[in-house]
């Protein structure tokens, strides 16, 4: 099993910028697939960015191409979201989750694909 928690929401204006980790306990962080999801209020939870378990391929949905990118630390447990250009559509708790079993190059947006998911940190933008 894995837990995790994400860090680094809060409050900007619109073209700022924030950096959102998620710290994942255990040993076993390199065999997760990793994906970013978010979810508004009223609307549906949607996939933002995800990352292989090797951190070679990426997702990124249409909406935070060129804005948003995904890394991975696999040898500090962590995964990150950089938000650069910020806009007040990207308002919404985000949350972090894991897949596993997962293959060394294949990353997945389904939300149902995820195992394991953490608590969320609200991100809001002002306009």
């Known amino acids: 099993q894995v837990q995790l928690v994400e860090s680094g929401g809060g409050l900007v204006q619109a073209g700022g910028s924030l950096r959102l980790s998620c710290a994942a306990s255990?040993?076993?962080?390199?065999?997760?697939?990793m994906g970013w999801f978010r979810q508004a209020p009223g609307k549906e939870r949607e996939c933002v960015a995800t990352i292989s378990r090797s951190a070679g391929r990426t997702y990124y949905a249409d909406s935070v191409k060129g804005r948003f990118t995904i890394s991975r630390d696999n040898a500090k447990n962590a995964m990150y979201l950089q938000m650069n250009s910020l806009k007040p559509e990207d308002t919404a708790v985000y949350y972090c989750?894991?897949?596993?079993?997962?293959?060394?190059?294949?990353?997945?947006?389904?939300?149902?694909?995820?195992?394991?998911w953490g608590q969320g940190t609200q991100v809001t933008v002002s306009s």
């Open positions: 255990g040993r076993t962080f390199s065999q997760y697939a």
């Open positions: 989750a894991a897949a596993s079993r997962a293959l060394w190059d294949d990353t997945y947006s389904t939300g149902a694909r995820y195992n394991y």
